[in-house]
């Protein structure tokens, strides 16, 4: 269960990426599916080849960077449709994943898996002191992310941060202000498949290699983290939704290793990542989990009681007050 927990930490990184498109710019954007692979790619490749590991990390998060500006400039500049540019783009960077990790491997041009099981990784300090898979390095890469989702925190409470959310809600009205929406739809999807990739490297060094198919799906993984975790906590505050993104990303990986528990085959993983997304945007709106995103959406407070009006007297059950329905008028025109 520790390992899960350690995954679904880092793999909160890529759901904070996936919360900046989804969420916040309102986006569809398939391209994470790639720039995921791509940031495990050019990590490998870099550190297989003697690199240093940080500076490997940060490579893949600004080829992640590149990937999704990509889809950025074909979405606003191409002018085509958002959720067709970033399919262009991830069936791009499946044949450039391929290309990048061929350079990491002798006498040959591409490369559909690169291992790093020998190299030293962001993860080989923790490894090498026995903190890896213990409480005490759960802790530490929490810790980790916390700062990254608090960066998150602050570049949307910002300026530019608050205009992309307008972007998000109502591009026509923040284009009346002067603000270019083409310019931070673009920024965004940039920042959001740089967290992609970067999350791509860790979970690449985490688990000492790099796939070519290890992308595939993941944007069901991360609309699973988003959804369940604003599904229990909400998104009233931009401090609360980053939060939840990341319990959602370890509440997945729990519910995945739980479902491997009980005797599920692998292979109907990804029938169990859709059945609790469609959980997640179902129940809240059936039954007395109607009540639960309401409350939520008031900020936890309990609805204001029904209060005498200060000139009169409550109203009764026989005379409700205010304007009477349309059946009360007609009751009464019939009755003269």
């Known amino acids: 269960m520790i390992g899960a927990l350690e995954l679904g930490i880092i793999y909160g990184v890529m759901a904070l990426g996936v919360y900046l498109t989804f969420r916040v710019l309102n986006f569809p954007d398939l391209t994470v599916d790639g720039s995921f692979t791509t940031g495990a790619a050019v990590a490998a490749a870099m550190i297989t ?10 490579a893949g998060g600004g080829a992640g960077l590149v990937a999704g500006a990509i889809t950025g400039v074909l979405h606003t500049k191409g002018r085509i449709d958002g959720l067709l540019a970033g399919i262009l783009t991830m069936i791009a960077l499946w044949s450039v994943n391929l290309r990048i ?29 026995g903190m890896l898979r213990t409480w005490l390095g759960v802790a530490i890469l929490f810790v980790a992310v916390m700062v990254m989702k608090l960066i998150v925190d602050w570049f949307l409470s910002t300026n530019l941060g608050l205009a992309i959310q307008a972007t998000g809600d109502n591009g026509p009205m923040i284009r009346s202000f002067g603000v270019s929406t083409d310019g931070t739809t673009i920024l965004t999807l940039a920042l959001s498949n740089g967290l992609v990739a970067m999350c791509g490297a860790l979970v690449a060094q985490y688990q000492g290699f790099a796939d070519i198919s290890m992308g595939i799906g993941l944007i069901l993984v991360g609309l699973a983290s988003v959804i369940l975790g604003q599904a229990v906590l909400g998104q ?3 401090w609360v939704s980053t939060f939840a993104v990341v319990f959602g990303a370890v509440l997945y990986r729990l519910i995945i290793f739980y479902a ?12 169990v990542t859709a059945v ?14 109607k009540r639960i995103p309401s409350l939520r959406g008031r900020g936890g407070r309990v609805p204001p009681r029904d209060v005498a009006p200060a000139d009169g007297p409550a109203p009764s059950a026989d ?17 003269r």
């Open 49 to 58: 080849n003697g690199q240093h590991p940080v500076l490997a990390t940060l």
């Open 101 to 129: 990790m061929g350079t990491a491997k002798e006498g040959a041009t591409v490369a559909a898996n690169l291992p790093m099981l020998r190299a030293d990784t962001m993860f080989t300090p923790l490894r090498d002191a």
């Open 236 to 238: 009233r505050f931009i």
């Open 276 to 289: 609790l997304v469609v959980a997640a945007l179902l129940l809240p709106r059936w039954g007395f989990l």
């Open 260 to 271: 491997m528990r009980v005797g599920l085959d692998p292979n109907d993983m990804k029938l």
């Open 319 to 335: 005379d409700p007050g205010g304007p009477p329905d349309a059946a009360t008028v007609a009751a009464k025109n019939e009755g």
